[in-house]
């Protein structure tokens, strides 16, 4: 309790200092986990004042900003609780084989039957479509998406600007990144669709006569786009990583494909951090030197280009990763079951509590400069690094 008042007022005397961000990583099913994050942060933490995803995590970061504060969390466990619904916990459950095996069956009845309030297969299959189509070159449809989106997230509340809301998708075509984000334009459904458009899945979506799928494809987390963005205030980056680089030598081919997908998603979210404090470290001496300069030189050409080099304010990244479990498969990102739903919900709620409470980060020095990130779940190795808290 005492933990939790000082965190409280800790929060309330930041927030006209500091802004609060989150960045939320694509990964289907598991993104459950984001939600319990979401609640343990809102329950002791001031609300985000920006919201930033891919895939899942665009779903997510959606039902935040499109509701007010009191039903966040609400309209976030009313969505996994609708695409959970077909397989309900059972009274009992083996945590061994028993377990995998209701994984797996979940896992292949999303594959057969789709998802409630999400997708579900195109009838006749894709193979069966005319060619050129949508409806050719994607096996299932998402309409119930875009109507689960439309019941759930006010768009016009996004649009008004009371939290940011960014997006990213790549263009089929130019095979580009591209961002939509509230603080530039009007954001709808179908900006939240495109980021989840994972093919061959899911069809592309089309958006002022270009069409996109996945973020995830190019980058499965929006953390470098966060990032890259000028600030007026020092932040702090809430980023909620799905998959996680770092895992044991696979023993047999499905650990193969599994761990094949973590490294495939898992963003290097340490490198984007460390590529960041190294750019501010360049921009900061660049800053020294140029006032050391006489006066003569101040209107060198190279000088007038070191001293456009952005010396932003400080950043500190609070990482959280959710970790798989020894019965999860390569099919954990879409096996839907209502059991797996409400672990990830509880680890995400357990791990956010775990960080906020934890001494390291209630008793953190606010630097002026510079890029920290801070890792304290402390059940996997991290890199070493002198800006790194673990």
């Known amino acids: 309790m005492k933990a939790t008042r000082i965190l409280r007022h800790t929060a309330a005397a930041s927030t006209d200092s500091e802004e609060t961000i989150l960045v939320l990583q694509g990964g289907g099913a598991l993104g459950a986990y984001q939600g319990g994050v979401f609640e343990a942060l809102s329950a002791v933490h001031h609300e985000p004042t920006w919201v930033a995803g891919i895939s899942i995590g665009a779903i997510n970061a959606a039902l935040i900003a499109g509701n007010p504060t009191a039903d966040r969390t609400a309209r976030l466990r009313e969505f996994w609780d609708l695409v959970s619904s077909t397989l309900p916990t059972p009274p009992i459950i083996n945590f061994g084989r028993a377990r995998e095996a209701l994984n797996e069956n979940s896992a292949s009845q999303v594959m057969m039957f789709g998802v409630p309030g999400f997708f579900k297969p195109r009838f006749p299959p894709a193979p069966f479509q005319p060619v050129g189509s949508l409806e050719a070159i994607s096996y299932y449809d998402t309409t119930p998406l875009a109507e689960t989106l439309e019941r759930l997230i006010d768009f016009d509340r996004i649009n008004s600007g009371a939290m940011r809301l960014s997006v990213g998708a790549v263009n089929v075509r130019t095979g580009n990144f591209a961002y939509f984000d509230s ?208």
């Not at 000088?303 to 932003?312: D, K, N, Y």
């Not at 500190?316 to 990763?321: A, E, K, M, R, S």
């Not at 672990?343 to 960080?355: L, N």
């Open 183 to 390: 603080a530039k334009q009007r954001i709808d459904a179908r900006h939240i669709m495109a980021s989840g458009a994972l093919p061959p899945g899911f069809a592309p979506v089309e958006i002022d006569g270009e069409h996109f799928w996945d973020g995830g494809l190019v980058s499965n987390t929006p953390l470098q786009y966060v990032l890259d963005q000028p600030g007026k205030r020092r932040r702090t980056v809430f980023q909620v990583d799905l998959f996680a680089a770092v895992g044991a030598l696979p023993t047999t081919l499905p650990e193969v494909t599994e761990r094949e997908k973590d490294i495939r998603f898992s963003s290097r979210t340490r490198l984007t951090t460390t590529n960041e404090l190294d750019r501010q470290v360049i921009a900061q001496a660049a800053q020294r030197l140029i006032a050391k300069l006489p006066p003569e030189l101040r209107n060198d050409p190279d000088v007038l280009a070191l001293s456009r080099v952005r010396c932003e304010h400080a950043v500190d990244v609070v990482h959280l990763i959710y970790r798989s479990k020894h019965y999860e498969s390569q099919s954990k990102d879409y096996e839907f079951s209502r059991l797996s739903m409400q672990e990830h919900w509880d680890a995400g709620r357990a791990d956010m509590a775990h960080t906020l409470h934890d001494h390291r980060w209630l008793q953190r020095e606010r630097h002026p400069h510079g890029v920290r990130v801070f890792d304290l779940t402390g059940d996997s190795p991290h890199i070493n690094h002198p800006e790194t808290v673990s």
